[in-house]
């Protein structure tokens, strides 16, 4: 568990809010990467576009047809937010995968803040939006007179871990991933069992490859059915 501790990236003293760490910087090569692809890379607008320019295209369509299906056309207006958190999160969880980085959507620290950062987006969104009837999202209306009360309890408990299970989710897939890679990375050190280890490095590594992107789509995915929660509670 070594490879998830955070550390200054100069002198060896306790960390501090302001102390540029290994976090630091690989979070800062992800906002580097989002730049240089979205930014850098469709600055040409070319009729027949450049890879990087299909990519940014692509990641565009793909959070844009997401955040109006899920959320409505009324979530149009959020899309930026939503675009942001999903590629610095897929980007921060494909940079972990290079050997030596640091996964910053490994630590709960990072992750505990894009979560709360949704959670008051939208509850700030739902009560500007709606006012009171925004309440009316821990009102089931369809369940009997007797029972209202209990699931409206059950309901306002569930709203408020929404940011608890965003965070872990995301931290807990990446860190159990990432450790599992080093754990066979260790048996590979091994003669008698290294080819299988190998082979099953290998294999864990194309899993969480495709774990990287879909924990980048779950985060962004809840976020959108939050923002349409927030949007219609009466729905």
């Not at 209306?141 to 709203?159: F, N, W």
């Amino acid at each position: 568990m070594d490879q998830f501790i955070v550390k200054p990236l100069f002198g060896d003293g306790p960390v501090h809010w302001y102390t540029i760490t290994n976090v630091t910087l690989w979070m800062a090569l992800g906002v580097l990467g989002i730049i240089a692809l979205l930014v850098l890379g469709t600055s040409r607008r070319a009729v027949v576009p450049s890879r990087s320019q299909s990519v940014g295209e692509l990641a565009y369509g793909f959070i844009y047809k997401m955040v109006e299906d899920v959320a409505g056309k009324d979530g149009l207006k959020y899309f930026p937010y939503i675009m942001t958190l999903f590629m610095f999160i897929v980007f921060a969880n494909f940079l972990g995968l290079i050997p030596g980085s640091y996964t910053t959507t490994s630590h709960i620290a990072v992750t505990a803040v894009l979560a709360l950062a949704v959670f008051l987006t939208v509850t700030v969104i739902g009560f500007v939006k709606n006012g009171a009837a925004f309440l009316e999202l821990f009102w089931v209306k369809e369940a009997p007179l007797p029972l209202r009360p209990v699931l409206a309890l059950i309901e306002v408990i569930s709203y408020f871990v929404r940011p608890v299970s965003h965070s872990i989710r995301l931290a807990g897939n990446m860190m159990a991933g990432h450790a599992v890679l080093k754990v066979f990375a260790g048996f590979a050190q091994v003669a008698a069992i290294s080819p299988i280890a190998i082979l099953a490095v290998t294999a864990i590594y194309g899993l969480e490859v495709l774990v990287a992107f879909i924990q980048a789509y779950v985060f962004t995915i809840l976020t959108c059915v939050y923002l349409k929660d927030a949007l219609h509670p009466h729905h």
